[in-house]
């Protein structure tokens, strides 16, 4: 199976930085689009950023200019750089791939999530 692995959550202060990261690993042939998610407490799943295998990105308005998303693919391994940090940013931070391998294609696949809080 496939299996992603979140690192880089942490505690950090209003305006400060974090870097995530999340890699890939088990059965892919190819990985199309990897992406940020994130769910604060009391409201629901969100996109935060996406990113394709030919580096095309978008962003969640909240965090325009402020985050960026990159990913290494022959690590199978995603980035999401962190800058000026608000309370609001508080949440867990979840990872997401759609992969493709011999036997089925485009299936989606989860991290088990990095908490990321920001004090005001």
């Known amino acids: 199976q496939v299996q992603l692995e979140e690192s880089g959550g942490g505690l950090v202060q209003a305006g400060g930085s974090l870097r995530l990261s999340c890699a890939a690993s088990?059965?892919?042939?190819?990985?199309?689009?990897m992406g940020w998610y994130r769910q604060a407490p009391g409201k629901q799943r969100e996109l935060v950023a996406r990113?394709?295998?030919?580096?095309?990105?978008n962003y969640a308005d909240s965090v325009k200019g402020r985050f960026t998303i990159s990913r290494d693919n022959a690590k199978n391994t995603v980035y999401l750089q962190m800058n000026s940090l608000k309370p609001e940013d508080t949440a867990v931070y979840y990872c997401n791939a759609e992969v493709d391998n011999i036997m089925v294609p485009g299936m989606e696949y989860w991290g088990k999530g990095t908490l990321v809080t920001v004090s005001s």
């Open positions: 088990g059965s892919i042939f190819s990985i199309n689009a």
């Open positions: 990113i394709t295998s030919g580096a095309n990105a």
